[in-house]
């Protein structure tokens, strides 16, 4: 199907004037508190400044622009500045009103710029944008249906040379959810109804909701309600909204996308925030680029200790490593979590607190391309599991029973949480803890007990192939040490006959003597 070319930046959960939570080790400055708290602001103006820069049609803001009930006033003036420059740009802005910034907000906010055109679900016709007379996109945020109405009206225009306007829709999950919650409900009131009518006295039953699904059931029952919602609206684009997590899905009828969020609260919601710019050819095909827009990224970086390593080295080896990750335009501050891996003797050998310090110190900021980077850090340290040749001692029973890192989910403690034996409040108190687990750190924490528990000499966990390597090498300096002696040993017999026979020979020949002192 052809439409015209046309390329739009797509983004989410901005929540302006929402302050970013970080791991601090160090004092918190102003200038750091300041840079925390105008994050998402720097994220929306790095969200504008793309729109400008990539000379997009359009911008498009599916929901959690901002929080309603903080009613911040820095939030509403960033959001009139970042439209002001766009319509001076000529760029249009559609919204989608979300969870956290309902459509009642909206039109409280006073004198919107002429280019902002907010999507209300309670308004039946789509929104479109103009190129000169030719409808480019549309967009809207109800839920109508099908191709004409109940009077067999057209309500979807068709153009007459057959280039159609590229349509845009919205979804969620709780709209999911409650089309579903409606449809049993009305399954329930017309068996009801025929109940009724039944001349028997027995009463029939309302049928009781299907037992519990499995997620991938969900899903697939979601997946396939959107692939209905696009199909009988002609859709060719869903903006899934009320999500955190950066989604995309090719559908036959058209795309579904998420981008995530344009900064992240915190590392539990995602690393770094995104947008996402969208680019659809004449021919209707779709791409989508990543772009960068957090000021504060999350990363996460795993070192492995070897024995003898000193703390010069391991700051150098931390050096090398931020080097060598990318950098975007929209950072400014990096929280770095270092995972120190190793046998529990050489880990045991640095203290955290320590090597936090020194790294704060000595890599307090990162220059990439002429333009520091704020670096904030947090150590941690995984001792590894251990082997030991004896099966039968203790520790080694206890290290047989730890699990695997990869096995340590959120989902064991959901279910612990949801017994019957426990009450609501403390169930509702272990779901939110759940989603807040640091595997690692809870994995350090058992093996350290364990080898204070049951091990009386730590060498003994060292890896017995380190043990062995370490005894190749002792075996190899000897053997050099002894081979070095006897070259040297050998050297000297050969030089002490060179002289011998540039003596003899001195006193017969000179020729002889050069021959055999160049040689």
Not at 82 to 105: N, S
Not at 468 to 494: M, N, R
Not at 496 to 512: H, I, L, Q, R, Y
């Amino acid at each position: 199907m052809p439409f015209q070319p046309q390329r739009f930046i797509h983004a989410a959960n901005v929540r302006l004037d929402v302050p970013v939570s970080v791991y601090l080790s160090e004092q918190l400055t102003d200038e750091l508190r300041h840079q925390l708290e105008d994050a998402t602001l720097s994220s929306f103006d790095c969200v504008i400044d793309n729109c400008i820069q990539r000379k997009v049609d359009y911008l498009l803001l599916s929901g959690n622009l901002f929080v309603e009930a903080d009613r911040s006033l820095r939030a509403r003036l960033a959001l009139l500045n970042g439209f002001r420059r766009l319509d001076k740009q000529g760029i249009h802005v559609f919204v989608l009103p979300g969870d956290t910034d309902p459509a009642e907000a909206w039109r409280a906010i006073p004198e919107l710029p002429k280019n902002v055109q907010v999507c209300y679900s309670s308004n039946p016709e789509p929104i479109a944008m103009q190129r000169g007379t030719r409808t480019v996109a549309t967009v809207s945020a109800s839920m109508w249906y099908g191709e004409t109405d109940a009077f067999g009206i057209r309500v979807i225009h068709s153009s007459p040379d057959g280039v159609e306007p590229f349509r845009i829709g919205t979804v969620s999950r709780a709209r999911f959810d409650e089309s579903r919650r409606m449809a049993r409900l009305t399954e329930s009131v017309e068996d009801s109804l025929i109940a009724l009518g039944d001349e028997s006295d027995e009463r029939t039953s309302v049928p009781a909701e299907s037992e519990s699904e499995s997620k991938a059931e969900y899903e697939l029952a979601f997946q396939s309600y959107m692939s209905k919602l696009m199909r009988e609206g002609r859709l060719n684009y869903l903006a899934l909204g009320s999500e955190l997590d950066r989604t995309y899905l090719n559908l036959e009828e058209g795309i579904v996308h998420c981008p995530g969020t344009t900064q992240p609260r915190s590392q539990l919601e995602a690393d770094c925030g995104l947008c996402s710019l969208v680019i659809v050819d004449t021919a209707g095909h779709v791409t989508s680029e990543e772009i960068n827009t957090s000021a504060v990224d999350w990363k996460n970086l795993t070192l492995r200790l070897a024995p003898g390593t000193e703390l010069n080295q391991l700051l150098e080896q931390m050096r090398e490593s931020l080097v060598d990750i990318p950098c975007s335009p929209s950072d400014q501050i990096w929280s770095v979590c270092w995972t120190l891996k190793g046998p529990l003797p050489v880990l045991q050998s640095f203290e955290e607190d320590d090597v936090e310090l020194a790294v704060a110190v000595e890599l307090d900021e990162l220059d990439v391309a002429r333009r520091p980077v704020r670096l904030l850090h947090q150590v941690r340290m995984l001792p590894d599991a251990w082997d030991l040749e004896d099966t039968d001692h203790l520790a080694q029973q206890y290290a047989d029973l730890l699990p695997e890192e990869s096995t340590i989910e959120p989902s064991v403690l959901g279910e612990f949480a949801a017994q019957d034996e426990i009450t609501e409040g403390w169930s509702k108190r272990l779901e939110a803890l759940a989603h807040g687990i640091d595997r690692q750190r809870l994995l350090a924490q058992l093996r350290n007990d364990g080898a204070d528990w049951f091990v009386s000499d730590l060498d003994e966990l060292y890896p017995l192939q380190s043990l062995s390597d370490e005894a190749d090498i002792s075996l190899e300096s000897v053997a050099g040490q002894d081979s070095t002696k006897e070259d040297a040993d050998s050297a000297e017999e050969a030089a002490g006959s060179a002289s011998s026979v540039a003596v003899v020979d001195d006193e017969g020949d000179d020729s002889t003597t050069d021959a055999v002192t160049t040689s």
